[in-house]
């Protein structure tokens, strides 16, 4: 799409960049998602936007390799440069591959495919915000400007694929918080379950915030979680919630 | 945290519910990815909402881990049974382990943690979306009402737990599109690469939506992809663009 | 070593056994797990011991192998077996290969070697006892004699390694508890914490055994763990204890 | 590419040809290991092979993706057909993934990319044997014509690529056992260690053949083998020789 | 549970402390081993006894976590201390994930879980040996007094575990080696294999032990092995024992 | 088999020995490959060439083991060379185990096992030549006498063993691209598919070779791809190749 350029090889750096190679967050996870989600999809308006954007994210795939590949190359002979990644260097003879910066190969558990648009596109979201990210990360790491003019690139276009997914959501016209047909259970769904006490051992009160005031929301503290009329029994439970985790945290929490 | 109640034992669902107890969606997944994300959160407000709900889908393990146990259980020693699922019946002797409905074992490669508070939120939605259509499906293959109470019951706190999370994000006060300390490069991040002519063999037109046009988008037709201005060389590109993916979509799209 | 024979083949069966050939409680699991230990031992007389039995599960390895492959054999042409395991009918052409019955690829990440002798053979002990249980749960699935032969030889010598890698541990003289070279800090090794209150909503009492009275034992109840003397500040610790999962367990136990 | 068409979808089938759309042999596979291959490819005109076939196997991918999407459909809302695959029905809704037919996510484990181009081009060869295989094993497995029209087309194309990539190694001119710099050591190159006997319980002989004897062939008996020459020490070795394997192999020879 | 303090954070240890959070032998794996068992478990007392400790560790978890994180901070924008771990620097942003310290994903892989409860104490307690030996190993390299502290605490610890399911096993009153409910063969499970000669070309004597003479063990010779009654076929054998391990350990044997 | 010699450890270099212990083209996977391969085999006499080669692999795979050992033990007590390899030295204690450079651990997907012997000779020459370059590769990183001792030996049987198995299959006397029993579609199987139009970008032209030149090849441009005769319809085909790759590849095509 356009010359990728390297002014200075950097073995470990080039490590880093695998990433966006064979990584979680990077271009085979995006191109494949799209893609196979695109093949599952039967609304063609979307799928046509699906294909695209997995059309695009494989020719990412391409200048990632290359780029990263120009990094990589003076491992094949040196020991020392080897010692960046010892994997390329003894299995690729400086040649990229489907790792990442760990040397661990690319899985298909990383994709996210429901075969439901909607959630698939909340996924695809997501993912672009992550993409979005390690590329910024990546840019941290390097002052190599060619290196760096194609990241800003990359990167870019992440902003807008993320962009195209939400309105393509938003476009679907369905309620924020209504996925599949079955609903969800009234009353229940409202319910915010604050699985700690506010007295943690430094004192520490529970956080409030419009994820569990005001707007419907029904604050259950954790003694009145005892009361909680179950769906299934169609009792009220008159036990204790788990409320471990706050504790912990609380105690763990460091002072450095 | 209520009765778990099974009418009607059934290994071969018992193998399905698996997903929600060591699957991708499931609530090892979810109880990992908000306690982790939680550890690395530096906002004391938003990580106690991630310890509140990670510690939540933590009791929603122990939950699903009794219910598929139930139903599992008498794979022991009926070989015709075991066949519903050869490595819990030969393995666990009837019990559950950490495994998906195909058998493969859990891995933190299902996680999304980025350490980035609301690129952590958006994927934290996502997952809540998946879970709650997984639970949904699931649904779909039984008709036990035991199973059916505690699978609504849980079904429905995903949906409450996206729309915390869905809250928390906005809260934070953050443009939908701004990811990150470093803004995209303008023009480029609003231009959509239709990367496909729109004239398949198939003579499907293009789909047209608020995701490639309004807006602010421009459309860039793949001809004119040949003269987008390169950020690395400062030239006009003369290529054309990759535009394999639609017309092999098209090609392969099936008539049954 | 001696005549395997199969008298009726059958796919589904042949299916199961792949789980001592390439599982996690195998026969390959088993050799390598000596093996490795045998390689990293300098102590001459139990490198004997690990090399020994390594090799002997080898053999064993190559045993279940031709075993499975007479029971899978007929998966080839046949569409109604192949459906027994379709991974190795269409990728092995019913040949075996190092999967479990789920079609999962063996894994070193089944190997328990960690290079401390004492260590490694209580890691041993368990392994053996881990694959004598396989082995017997196979033989519940079998009506064929030969195949019944075969397994209750391999059983049995599970049995045998046992026994070697237990008085094998035992001759090294070491107290029971003891591991490495740093001991555990006094008072709290012996304190038992007790994480959950005894009054789960279904009124279970706490269980007591040798593991938590009697013995040395002190028996931390929750609210006493809140004054547990820190090793780190030298403070007493006013928080509560983590107790969550006593309940979430209570509160799931189902009544089918 | 062509049209592709299902007369009567078949889920457990459907399952199968997941091998070739996430499966080691499959298509994604073979579209990866090339174009990785042809990136890290110094000699333009085999990285113009490389890159064409590349991008062959991934419209293969697509296609072989629609094929199975079309006989995987019914599972979506079906218990007896989401029992052919719960992971695609429960996870999916019905919809493909990168899975073999166990289940197994794909991984990039499965490539062989050496970054040599002999020795790749070797290992194409023999990936496109396999996937030749696999081909015909899935038509052996179904009687629809659609299907079986596809997957001719696409296993023909196997044997094009299996040609074109012997052609291209025999075109590099390099003698038959010449891989990289270092030559091996003249004497022991040319010895057959015979690692068994050949007095085996069974009383079976060893095979001779043109790989171990005639054209400068030394056939090292067991025996002789004591006297190997150390390229280390260089001093004759007086041990005898591993010679398990056969042994075990004709006593587990099994007689079904 | 108490205040972690970090003196000094320090990246590559922070990257070697991901053992026990997202490792083999780590807290994780722990607490889903015990917990797991724990609902699997018919026995009420000892399922008491796997969720308390279940639920102990997974505080642990919480524990070494927020210590990793501590160590692992400084990794957001230095490049320098990136390299130390690039998969936390640009993935994780410098947080942790469940990853071990070469950056592989945790997996269910990891856990022993068989459903027979003596089998799985016996799991245990070399589980919680591993993890002993595992922290103490990390505090051999480090000097930081908090770090030290906390790891010194969650070492004792595991020796605490590692008694109570001594006893709890114990307490069960089982033989030594009864495992399950078919008996080994009598006479079979009393041979000691001794699959080598004990002439290996370096002149290495066989060892004995406890675990080859006396007590009822018949050590059986290589040739004797040949005479060996097969259980199958009710006929002597008379092959010769599989018998290369040793003498290749013996050839490999280094002078390091 | 002759005694492995280290005149001066190296952890680094222990660390990257591991690819042939525990890696994708190292002495298990090979032992492994060829020993199963050798239990599906109903040819007796190439069977016996799969176990005698198998054979000396797992030799080797206990020669390389030992040598890698002795480089890593130092890794034990100093911080310094734990470095080289944490999981090494946390987990192992400097004890080797079935892992390669990068710490990921051993999986039989590393394996090519297919049923059909012709195919799997294939696969076992592109074995034998990865192993061989790898051996190479890492002596281009040492300087150890001892260690560039053991390592040609190495080195050279696996060119002993690429010739056996070339030899092997030449000598079943199957046509060079006969695969299996259904042939390939005539015409179809001669058509090169010139994935690309040749005009670049950048200007490239496109190869020609005896691959897609000559010998019977009919040269597809993409043009000419449109009138391909569908198999699968009977009808020409109207649309354009997919062609992206070639493009992408041009367009990435670095300048460094």
Redesign the interface.
């Known amino acids: 799409?356009?010359?990728?350029?390297?002014?200075q090889?950097d073995c470990?750096f080039g490590?880093?960049l695998l990433?966006q190679f064979?990584?979680?967050?990077g271009e085979?996870a995006a191109a494949?998602q799209y893609?196979?989600?695109?093949?599952?999809c039967d609304d063609?308006?979307?799928?046509?936007?699906l294909?695209?954007i997995?059309?695009?994210e494989?020719?990412h795939l391409?200048?990632i390799?290359?780029?990263t590949?120009?990094h990589l190359k003076p491992m094949?002979?040196k020991?020392n440069e080897?010692?960046a990644?010892?994997?390329i260097?003894?299995?690729?003879?400086?040649?990229?591959?489907?790792?990442?910066?760990?040397?661990?190969?690319?899985?298909?558990?990383?994709?996210?495919?429901?075969?439901?648009l909607?959630?698939d596109l909340?996924?695809n979201?997501?993912a672009e915000?992550?993409a979005?990210?390690?590329y910024?990360?990546?840019?941290?790491?390097t002052e190599d400007q060619?290196t760096l003019?194609?990241l800003?690139?990359l990167?870019?276009?992440e902003?807008?694929h993320?962009?195209?997914?939400?309105?393509?959501l938003?476009?679907m016209g369905k309620p924020?918080?209504s996925?599949?047909?079955?609903p969800?259970?009234p009353g229940?769904?409202?319910?915010?379950?604050?699985?700690?006490t506010g007295v943690?051992?430094?004192g520490?009160t529970?956080?409030?915030?419009?994820?569990?005031q005001g707007?419907g929301w029904e604050l259950v503290e954790s003694p009145a979680f005892?009361n909680?009329q179950?769906?299934?029994?169609g009792e009220r439970?008159?036990?204790?919630?788990?409320?471990?985790?706050?504790?912990?945290?609380?105690?763990?929490?460091?002072?450095?």
Chains 1, 2, 3, 4, 5, 6 share one sequence.
């Open positions: 799409m356009y010359t990728v350029r390297v002014d090889p470990r490590n880093m990433e064979g990584g979680a967050n085979l494949m893609s196979v989600q695109g093949i599952n063609p308006e979307r799928k046509d936007l294909m695209d997995g059309t695009e494989l020719s391409e200048v390799g290359v780029l590949r120009m094949k002979n020991r080897a010692e990644d010892p994997l260097a003894v299995i690729g003879g400086g040649g990229v591959n489907l790792y990442n910066s760990a040397g661990s190969a690319w899985t298909a558990d990383y994709l996210k495919v429901t075969g439901e909607d959630v909340r996924g979201i997501a915000a992550r979005k990210i390690t910024e990360r990546l840019m941290d790491f060619g003019d194609a800003q690139f990167m870019t276009r902003i807008t993320m962009k195209a997914f939400t309105l393509a938003e476009s924020a918080f996925i599949g047909r079955r969800p259970t229940i769904v409202d319910q915010y379950f604050n699985d700690s943690g051992q430094r520490e529970d956080a409030l915030g419009p994820w569990n707007g005892a909680l179950s769906p299934v029994t439970e008159h036990g204790r919630p788990t409320n471990h985790r706050k504790h912990a945290a609380a105690a763990a929490k460091g002072k450095n």
